[in-house]
T-cell receptor, first 111, second 114 residues
């Protein structure tokens, strides 16, 4: 059973701080990695994708991938109350398969 | 209008009833998926289809069936609903030509089985 693990939280940070969200996966040959944000009662929306080792930055968001450690993280700089949501890590284990999701980490940013 | 449309958005039914959730998309994507979401359990894959003639079971397919009526339509059926199938169901699509695996979600169908 291929697994994607996340700390469920809640992770609480003050406004302006850096929020760090972590995800590990079980299948070493996994190829594609995604972070989705989901507000309560809404559908998930993609915020970052990463395919190769290293960092990928997009505005206040940075995704980090370490395939040797089977670890992917999401950093949110200058956190805002509007960032309060559940963040879902998703992994595509190999081409031609469906995404497998972690259980999500709930982030709360206090003003 | 949403690119991925799910109907109904909310449904309350009784144990033993047959229920169908429908999904249609205007994105022109070839791949479609059904996930369910329960509090604290993330998204779990029920079934997926990579083209009209392709149907694959996901991690929790027991108690469900699907039909890919056309490239744009993918329906999920519960032949005899039970209370533990109460959940939020999401349809999603992806485009194999993009080769990224990115999913695009519908707005969800909330199902309550009494």
């Amino acid at each position: 059973q291929k697994e994607v693990e996340q700390n469920s939280g809640p992770l609480s940070v003050p406004e302006g701080a850096i929020a760090s969200l972590n995800c590990t996966y079980s299948d070493r040959v996994s190829q594609s990695f995604f972070w989705y944000r989901q507000y309560s009662g809404k559908s998930p929306e993609l915020i970052m994708s990463i395919y190769s080792n290293g960092d990928k930055e997009d505005g206040r968001f940075t995704a980090q991938l370490n395939k040797a450690s089977q670890y992917v993280s999401l950093l949110i700089r200058d956190s805002q109350p509007s960032d309060s949501a559940t963040y879902l890590c998703a992994v595509n284990h190999q081409a031609g398969t469906a995404l497998i999701f972690g259980k999500g980490t709930t982030l709360s940013v206090s003003s | 209008d949403a690119d991925v449309t799910q109907t109904p958005r909310n449904r309350i039914t009784k144990t033993g009833k047959r229920i169908m959730l429908e999904c249609s998309q205007t994105k022109g994507h070839d791949r479609m998926y059904w996930y369910r979401q329960d509090p604290g359990l993330g998204l779990r894959l029920i079934y997926y289809s990579f083209d009209v003639k392709d149907i694959n079971k996901g991690e929790i397919s027991d108690g469900y069936s699907v039909s890919r009526q056309a490239q744009a339509k993918f329906s999920l059926s519960l032949e005899s609903a039970i209370p533990n199938q109460t959940a939020l169901y999401f349809c999603a699509t992806s485009d194999s030509r993009l080769n990224t695996g990115e999913l695009f979600f519908g707005e969800g169908s909330r199902l309550t089985v009494l």
